[in-house]
Structure formats: C-alpha cells, structure tokens
C-alpha cells in the first residue's frame, strides 16, 4: 500500500506556470517501453499501470484521465477496452470486464494490440465483434461566427503577457529568476514604487532554469544566500506573486518544510518542499527563518489532479554556481534568525513582481506549446 501511495505521488505529476512538465520527462516512454518489452500483448492491465512497480506504466495510465483528454472507449457488452495516450498510442484490452476508471480503480483485461491511432484500434475491434462500421453523429454546424481579421499592427503590438517572481541578490540591482519567466520576451519589466522599471537580461541557464537580470534600481534591501543547501525537515518560507496580481497586488508568503532532498527523476539540483507553490511564484525566493535564501522556486506537479505539496526548488549551491560563474558578487548569509518583522521588511522590499511581455503572435505560438511553463494572464488562457 505504502508503494502505491508513493507511485501516485510521483505519478500526478503535472505543469502550472511555476513547473517543469513530466510531459518532457516522459516525451518518448511508450516507445522505450516497447522496445525494452515491458509493455507487451498478453499483458494485464493491472501489470500494465503497475508491473515492476515502474513509475511510466503509471504516468502512461495517469495520463489517460488527465489534461481532459478522453480516456477510453469501453464496448460494456462485448468486454473490449481501447485506452488511449496522449502518445499516439492505443491499447486495446480484451476481456475488460471492469473498465478503467482510475488508478485506483484499473478495472481488468489483457492487452491485445497496439495501435497508433483510435481508428485503426476501433476498426480492429469492431472487426473482432463483427460490427459494421459506425457513422459518427453528425452535429448540425452553428453559423459561423464572423472572422475578425487582425490587422498585422494588432499582432505586432507588445503587451504584458505573464507574470513571475524575482529577488534582488545585490545592492546595485541584480536580479535573480527563473529562465522560463523571461525565456522569449520581448521585454522584460518589473515594478518599483508604483512605476514600472525595464530589467535587462545578463545571464540565463536553461538547463537548471535560472536567469540573472540588472535593474537600474537600487534596492534597500537584498537577499544572501544561504551557506548551505537545505536539509530534510527544515522549514522554509517561499515569497512571490501566485496567480500575478489577480489575487491582491501585495506580495504572499507561505510555509512549510524540506520533505525530499531531490527533485523529479532524482535531480539533486532540486529539493521539494511541501509549503504551497502556484503559477506566479517562479523564480521566487526559498528562504531560512535567517532569511538566507536556500533555493529558487520553481515548478509544481498534481494541481489540476487535485494533489497538493508536491513543488520543487533549486538548491542555493546551483544558484551560487551559476552567479559566480557571471562574475555577479553576492553575499553568504549568516545563522542569525530574523523576527517576523525584519522577514517581513526584508521579503516587501527584495522580492520582485516581474511581467513578460510579448506580442500578440508571440502568446498564440507560446500558449499552445505544452511544454509552455509561463504564467499567462486569464485572458491569453
């Protein structure tokens, strides 16, 4: 029981803005899975979500009821089951007398073809029950709606289109962030005292997700980073903007402690920690009660499964790495614990509203890509 709890963690894995996509991770599994012979005809389908205890069986099962794709199609009388990935994969299962609903709810049957798209695995079916073809319902067409015709000034024009976290790590303006909260912008701004500032972009790592912007504002306050990275069962504040300013433009906070000392697919760049993570908190800062930043925020898995306290960060060894290797001073925190009102201070005054701005064609291309991580305002979603 206890493996099957922690396989469905891993396995709801899923995007929001501030988050690395298992999409990425796991592009190519059912092909690999193929030729390793693990998924196989003959195979049931309990073996199938779960054999070897193999957390892709899972994130291939998972996926079926997930993103709202449509799962399955279920022949009730005949016991047939074609379950479809968003891999252009269809598995047809035979002998399906309890159709899938769930991961806790697998339902049973024997794998026994592989296709690669829904209807070659229908007609296949529908061949061994001796059905004839099956004309899909034809829904009567709505008038169309008038098209309107944007003129190419409209797509050209440069709109704040997404929102992020940053925190300064020095006095003279430098600004650290997360790659994909500034990846493709065509400018960059963040705000000041009630004015808008354009932050220019110094360095960007998109292996470890960080950036490094310069501001002509000179903060009053900035963060150290931490001596050391984190440790199991240490408690952590996360600051940032969850959700941008939909909420209230005030900066947000929440608690909570190191629950795992490695990232997705054991990245020990990475540590998860279980204080809450939204669209909007990436490249926010993960600080001690000392206010010694321990990592970046980065991602978050399950939100729109409905798990919670699975979000990641990068560890301040990784962040100090890449800041000295941009020959960028910073300072090493010390042990001394802040009261919350020197946290207080110091998290209002160094931590950073960042909006990305791009042009109208530029959100088209980039909403539909999904392995898109930005935190796009409501009315681009």
Request: hydrophobic content about 35%.
């Amino acid at each position: 029981m206890k493996k099957i709890a922690f396989l469905f963690i891993i396995i709801t894995f899923l995007s929001s803005c501030a988050t690395t996509s298992v999409d990425q991770v796991v592009e190519n599994s059912p092909a690999d899975l193929e030729r390793q012979n693990l998924v196989y005809v003959g195979q049931s389908k309990k073996e199938f979500c779960w054999a070897r205890t193999s957390v892709w069986y899972a994130v291939l099962c998972y996926k079926y009821d997930a993103l709202g794709k449509k799962p399955f199609m279920y022949y009730e009388n005949q016991s047939y089951e074609v379950l479809a990935s968003k891999f252009n994969r269809y598995y047809v299962f035979r002998d399906a007398t309890i159709k899938y609903s769930n991961l806790n709810n697998i339902g049973n049957g024997t794998l026994d073809k592989i296709f690669y798209s829904m209807s070659d695995a229908k007609e296949y079916v529908h061949e061994k029950l001796g059905i004839a073809k099956i004309e899909e319902p034809k829904i009567e067409s709505q008038p169309k709606k008038k098209k309107i015709v944007k003129s190419t000034e409209d797509q050209n024009k440069i709109v704040p289109a997404a929102s992020g976290s940053g925190f300064y790590i020095s006095s003279n303006g430098y600004i650290l962030t997360n790659n994909h909260v500034i990846e493709g912008c065509r400018k960059v701004s963040l705000t000041h005292n009630g004015k808008e500032i354009i932050a220019n972009v110094i360095a960007t790592d998109s292996a470890n997700d960080l950036a490094i912007l310069k501001s002509d504002v000179r903060p009053s306050r900035f963060y150290k980073l931490s001596q050391s990275d984190p440790k199991l069962l240490d408690d952590v504040i996360i600051a940032g903007y969850p959700l941008g300013k939909r909420v209230s433009s005030a900066i947000k906070t929440s608690k909570g402690s190191i629950t795992s000392l490695a990232g997705y697919g054991d990245n020990y760049s990475n540590f998860q920690t279980d204080a809450a993570l939204n669209q909007g908190n990436s490249g926010g800062p993960i600080m001690d009660d000392s206010g010694n930043v321990i990592g970046v925020a980065v991602a978050n898995f399950g939100k729109q499964s409905g798990v919670e306290s699975f979000n990641f960060g990068i560890k301040s060894s990784t962040v100090k790495t890449f800041v000295s290797s941009n020959d960028i001073n910073f300072t090493i925190g010390s042990k001394s614990r802040l009261n919350n009102n020197q946290l207080s201070n110091l998290i209002t005054n160094a931590t950073i509203y960042l909006e990305c701005w791009l042009t109208i064609a530029d959100i088209k291309k980039i909403i539909n890509d999904e392995e898109n991580k930005k935190a796009f305002y409501s009315q681009f979603n």
